[in-house]
């Protein structure tokens, strides 16, 4: 993984009494989500790659140095092909909406720019208030335009540290179809700072693990939530995340197919094209397990799998599914465990009554 | 936000109402309305009319004429705008720089540059011109001296002159920018120079494209105070412009009384002139305040970045220290040199060295007992006297639902627009003709002193009233307590170190104050300001020094007596 696709971070240092030693490599495609409990750490690294915080160590992005102190190499954060937005939308106050816009764009000389102010303002759907002063923005709208703006920056790696944090329930749900817009259409690589498993399972494709300052775990999205000493720490809130394709649409019942590597899923009819790619979110106490193929059941999703791991937790048992390579949990209690005799190698079938798609 | 709703939400529902016609506070606030209309609009009044009638006493215009169109009176109006705008224009931009280099960068010694922060507090632009000409005068300034003995030709410096005089003032009024500016600087929201840097624009972008823009509002309006407290400068053009003929409004208003007879009405209309000029400025920074305001407190109570200045640090100290030395270091060591020699030359020797200035100042010289006895009881009991009406106006205003409560702080805040010797003037027509005649006595250089202080005595109780949870009010109200009760048991107690530290200030304040009492003080009723004054008149420098350096001990006494009880941190007014 290692090279000019990958994001690699060492960092050891301390802020007062919080020690942090990081160490991680990410793909630099996609979204990166480092996730983990508030004061773990997680703005540090982000800051620390962005130049505004030095801690001791190397940052390499893309094959690129940005800090090496072996060999005495720091860029500062302007140096840095970044685009960062804060939690708090963090807008010039003195400038307008386009003002803040353009302090992006000016900044990247106009060989190097990527995108157009025209056609960044109407991705985020910011272009009706290019004008205004960013005062009298809604919370939702500032965040927007904090995003536009980073984006005009033409970054190479762009950061978000928690920017749905600030936000009511009301703006969180009008501003991350932006964000899933923007994984589908800019091939802009993320690290994404976050605490909420719903927008990580929305939206990230690599997931970074901290916990106290250290990096526990790193890797794909589907296989880190369904890695069981992380999983267990969800108890019942565990979920898995299925990528798959709009294979078809069934205009008699309203259904449409979606693809994936253990199977199709039949969900309610969406307005997808076909062919596309679409996220799905499974939780765990949604997920049962029978021995045999179920028939007489109202159950539509139902795949056959093998167990891949069991983990019990007084009453109840999370176990850990493979689907045809995509993995899958289901929270069941200790007695069903028993009287199936679920362990590790044996076939089941798995039957899935409500799935959430995400995009 | 919810905090500040709530907050809010239970102040309003803290304040005490009157329940029926019957009830005394009505009473109370009805007579301090009455006391701040006399003391306040009754002057304004007077002086406007005054300003609006010929020696007949018929309407005219013929002394505003007089004040536009006489070659010696309009060069004063321009030299008021001349020095005001210059000392604002240079405090400002040293003010901003100063600030900058304590609150941003990692400049070593920062802590003791942030003493400029406190140079109102140990002395008077007047003081500080007058320890300027033993520095800077044509002929014996030191500076000079020391020019001519290293082969220089002429003067190097002119401190008698506008450049001077704009000199002087800037250096002495400049803190009062550094505490602002330095202040949005401290206050603003680190993520914005963040967002600029992640945005590609490099250190000295930020500075110029986000910092500056976003503390302009804090420079504009500090730069206009200034101006505001430059126009109203007695002190510092009277001794200074006087030996060159350089005249502002001020010191053209005050010249005016020493005709004979004195010309009322021309005074008047250069004080309206004067007060139309304040307004003007206290307005325009008004305005600056009340817009929108950058600078708010950061989301996860980051610092703001510190610039890394390499070897340019120790440049930047040099800069910063050289201020100290020139506001500071200078001329007090200057002031303290000059009280304890004979001679005021470059040359020094032991036997030189004396105090015979202070016995004199003490003990011969007629008028310093008189103020020094004056000036102690303004201090103490004008000090008291003010604090106290200022807790009952901040009471009424913030915690009682009484109709009129506006009128309160609108009444409380107008004296700000008084340059002290327009309020003099006032005073002095309002008080000088029966049925009561106050001028001769100590009672209208109180008044005065007074009215033009209720400004500050306010802010500082009303900041401290705001601190203080109005349920602490409710409790002894539902307890059954009346307001007076509550007032006196209650709110008075709490209000304590607002009270003491305005009560500080308005006593350092009180034993520095010239530009009204230069016009008030009668014989037998000097203050200690007006005692140096006349020693300046009579030119015995060294005796000057002595008193200057007395009142500079005292406050400092006073302040640090203050700062040990409250833990002060406000600049002062004058």
């Not at chain 1, 005009?152 to 762009?158: D, N, T």
């Not at chain 1, 949604?286 to 799998?305: K, R, V």
């Not at chain 2, 230069?518 to 002595?546: C, H, M, T, W």
Request: with cysteine; net charge neutral.
């Amino acid at each position: 993984m290692s090279g000019p696709s990958s994001i690699e971070v060492r960092l050891t240092g301390a802020l007062g009494t919080f020690a942090l030693a990081a160490e991680f490599e990410a793909p630099a495609t996609g979204i990166v989500a480092l996730v983990g409990p508030s004061g773990c750490g997680k703005t540090t690294i982000l800051r620390c790659v962005a130049g505004l915080l030095r801690l001791h160590g190397s940052l390499r992005v893309r094959g690129e140095v940005w800090q090496d102190d072996a060999r005495g190499i720091f860029l500062p954060p302007h140096a840095r092909p970044i685009g960062y937005v804060f939690q708090e939308p963090s807008l010039f106050p003195h400038l307008s909406v386009r003002g803040n816009l353009e302090f992006g764009l000016r900044r990247v000389p106009s060989a190097e720019r990527r995108l157009r102010l025209e056609d960044v303002a109407d991705l985020l759907g910011v272009s009706g208030f290019l004008d205004r002063d960013p005062a009298s923005l809604s919370g939702g709208q500032r965040q927007r335009v904090a995003i536009a703006r980073a984006l005009l920056a033409s970054p190479r790696l762009l950061l978000m540290d928690e920017p749905l944090a600030s936000l009511d329930r009301a703006s969180k749900r009008e501003i991350l179809p932006y964000l899933e817009h923007l994984r589908a259409t800019l091939d802009i690589p993320t690290l994404y700072v976050s605490h909420s498993p719903d927008e990580v399972a929305r939206l990230a494709d690599h997931l970074v693990s901290i916990g106290a300052g250290s990096v526990r775990a790193s890797g794909p999205i589907a296989e880190m939530l369904t890695r069981m000493d992380l999983a267990r720490e969800q108890g019942a809130d565990a979920e898995a995340v299925v990528d798959a394709t709009v294979t078809g649409h069934d205009a008699e019942f309203e259904l449409t197919a979606l693809a994936f590597s253990g199977g199709t899923f039949l969900v309610t009819r969406t307005a997808h094209p076909i062919g596309q790619r679409v996220r799905l979110r499974v939780l765990a106490r949604d997920a049962s397990l029978t021995l045999e193929h179920q028939t007489g059941t109202s159950i539509l999703n139902i795949f056959p799998a093998v167990v891949d791991e069991v983990v019990t937790d007084g009453a109840s048992q999370t176990v850990r599914l493979d689907v045809g390579g995509t993995p899958l949990l289901a929270r069941i209690t200790r007695k069903s465990g028993a009287t199936l005799g679920i362990e590790p190698g044996r076939p089941v079938h798995v039957q899935v009554k409500a799935v959430a798609l995400v995009d | 936000m919810a905090g500040a709703a709530t907050a809010d939400a239970g102040r309003v529902q803290g304040r005490i109402r009157a329940y029926s016609l019957r009830d005394p506070l009505l009473y109370v606030q009805g007579a301090v309305i009455l006391l701040l209309c006399v003391l306040i609009l009754y002057p304004v009044w007077i002086l406007f009319d005054v300003s609006v009638r010929d020696l007949d006493g018929e309407l005219s215009l013929r002394w505003y004429m007089e004040a536009y169109t006489n070659a010696r009176n309009y060069s004063a109006i321009a030299n008021t705008v001349i020095v005001a705008s210059g000392a604002a224009a240079i405090a400002a931009v040293a003010g901003t720089f100063l600030a900058w280099a304590v609150v941003r960068t990692d400049m070593p010694g920062r802590g003791l540059v942030e003493v400029a922060a406190i140079v109102p507090f140990i002395s008077t632009p007047f003081i500080g011109a007058l320890a300027w000409i033993l520095l800077g005068s044509p002929q014996v300034g030191l500076l000079n001296q020391l020019w001519g003995f290293l082969g220089g030709t002429g003067p190097l410096i002119d401190i008698y002159s506008l450049g001077g005089i704009i000199f002087v003032i800037a250096l002495y009024e400049m803190p009062f920018v550094f505490v602002m500016v330095g202040g949005a600087l401290r206050s603003m929201d680190p993520t914005l120079e963040e967002a600029s840097l992640a945005s590609g624009a490099s250190l000295l972008q930020t500075t110029l494209r986000v910092t500056l823009p976003l503390v302009l509002p804090a420079i504009l309006a500090s730069g206009l105070l200034v101006f505001v407290l430059a126009a109203e400068q007695f002190g510092v053009p009277a001794v200074l412009g006087t030996p060159s003929r350089i005249r502002v409004l001020t010191t053209s208003i005050v010249e005016t009384q020493n005709f004979y007879p004195p010309r009322y009405g021309l005074g008047a209309a250069l004080c309206v002139t004067l007060f139309v000029i304040a307004l003007v400025g206290l307005w325009l920074q008004r305005r600056i305040l009340a817009g929108r305001s950058f600078t708010t407190v950061g989301g996860k109570g980051a610092h703001p970045r510190r610039v890394q200045l390499g070897r340019w640090r120790w440049v930047l100290l040099a800069v910063c220290a050289s201020y100290l030395l020139l506001a500071v270091v200078l001329p007090f060591a200057t002031i303290f040199v000059s009280s304890i020699r004979t001679h005021w030359t470059a040359d020094f020797r032991w036997e030189q060295f004396t105090v015979e200035h202070y016995r004199w100042v003490l003990l011969d010289y007629p008028i310093t007992q008189h103020a020094i006895v004056n000036s102690l009881f303004l201090g103490v009991v004008g000090a008291t006297v003010t604090m106290i009406l200022c807790a009952l106006v901040s009471f009424l205003s913030l915690r009682t639902r009484l109709p009129g409560r506006h009128l309160l702080d609108y009444l409380s805040i107008l004296p700000l627009g008084f340059p002290g010797v327009v309020l003099a003037f006032g005073l002095l027509q309002a008080w000088i003709t029966p049925p009561l005649v106050l001028y001769g006595t100590i009672w209208i250089l109180f008044i005065a002193y007074v009215t033009r202080y209720i400004p500050i005595g306010v802010r500082a109780t009303s900041a401290t009233l705001v601190q203080i949870h109005p349920e602490l009010e409710e409790s002894s109200l539902a307890s059954g307590a009346g307001w007076l009760r509550t007032f006196r048991s209650i709110t008075l107690p709490l209000l304590k170190p607002g009270i003491v530290a305005g009560w500080a200030l308005l006593f350092v304040a009180f034993t520095r104050e010239l530009s009204a009492s230069i016009l008030l003080y009668s014989p037998g009723k000097e203050v200690l300001s007006v005692a140096i004054y006349d020693l300046y008149q009579n030119g015995q420098f060294r005796e000057i020094s002595a008193l200057a350096f007395m009142q500079i001990a005292v406050s400092l006494v006073i302040l640090g007596i203050a700062k040990w009880v409250t833990g002060l941190d406000r600049a002062p007014g004058r």
